[in-house]
């Protein structure tokens, strides 16, 4: 009972740079792990040495997958309101215009989307994502190379990696609740 008097209240607006700024930090500390994590996977014959700062292509997907994830968590007004603020504010840290990265994170849901059909996980999305945004196909053994799809036993290690960069909405609601 005490537990929701306690809870700290947050505005759209709050709630939308603590969303962005948690993503962005995950992103920073944690993409030199996944870097090192795909160079070093056994489904590849050869290292695709991605660089750890090599990171662009993964944040907006991890963006994507997320704001995926913002809609199940509100009320289709609340998740609206949210979600233009943080296109609003990531447009700016892209140093784009708001049309054109909402066009962007468009384009990238529907190239995850595409290849993860007719499957609806979005975790199983961004790890498909991952792999043919890093060009991965190539450094996989001749078998999936000439099928050019990604080994399943890789795709089943990254969901479990890709899974740490989604946001936790239940803790955070356990945190705060909204103005």
Same mark, same amino acid.
């Given at each position: 009972?005490?537990?929701?008097?306690?809870?700290?209240?947050?505005?759209?607006?709050?709630?939308?740079?603590?969303?962005?700024?948690?993503?962005?930090?995950?992103?920073?500390?944690?993409?030199?792990?996944?870097?090192?994590?795909?160079?070093?996977?056994?489904?590849?014959?050869?290292?695709?040495?991605?660089?750890? +700062?090599?990171?662009? *292509?993964?944040?907006?997907?991890?963006?994507?997958? &997320?704001?995926? %994830? /913002?809609?199940?968590?509100? @009320?289709?007004?609340?998740?609206?309101?949210?979600?233009?603020?943080?296109?609003?504010?990531?447009?700016?840290?892209?140093?784009?215009?708001?049309?054109?990265?909402?066009?962007?994170?468009?384009?990238?849901?529907?190239?995850?989307?595409?290849?993860?059909?007719?499957?609806?996980?979005?975790?199983?999305?961004?790890?498909?994502?991952?792999?043919?945004?890093?060009?991965?196909? +190539?450094?996989?053994? *001749?078998?999936?190379?000439?099928?050019?799809?990604? &080994?399943?036993? %890789? /795709?089943?290690?990254?969901? @479990?990696?890709?899974?740490?960069?989604?946001?936790?909405?239940?803790?955070?609601?356990?945190?705060?609740?909204?103005?």
């Amino acid at each position: 009972m005490f537990g929701a008097i306690l809870r700290k209240k947050v505005s759209d607006e709050k709630l939308a740079n603590v969303f962005i700024n948690g993503l962005f930090s995950s992103i920073d500390n944690g993409f030199p792990v996944v870097a090192e994590f795909i160079n070093e996977d056994p489904a590849f014959v050869l290292s695709p040495n991605i660089a750890p +700062n090599h990171n662009y *292509e993964f944040s907006l997907i991890v963006i994507v997958g &997320n704001l995926s %994830f /913002l809609e199940s968590a509100f @009320e289709p007004e609340q998740a609206h309101r949210v979600e233009s603020l943080v296109y609003e504010k990531l447009a700016k840290a892209y140093e784009m215009s708001r049309i054109e990265f909402k066009q962007l994170i468009k384009d990238y849901k529907h190239l995850i989307c595409r290849l993860n059909h007719p499957s609806k996980n979005m975790v199983y999305a961004m790890s498909k994502g991952i792999f043919d945004k890093y060009a991965l196909y +190539n450094y996989q053994d *001749e078998y999936f190379k000439r099928m050019q799809s990604p &080994n399943p036993l %890789f /795709l089943k290690r990254m969901d @479990e990696v890709v899974e740490n960069f989604v946001w936790d909405w239940d803790a955070f609601f356990k945190k705060y609740r909204l103005d």
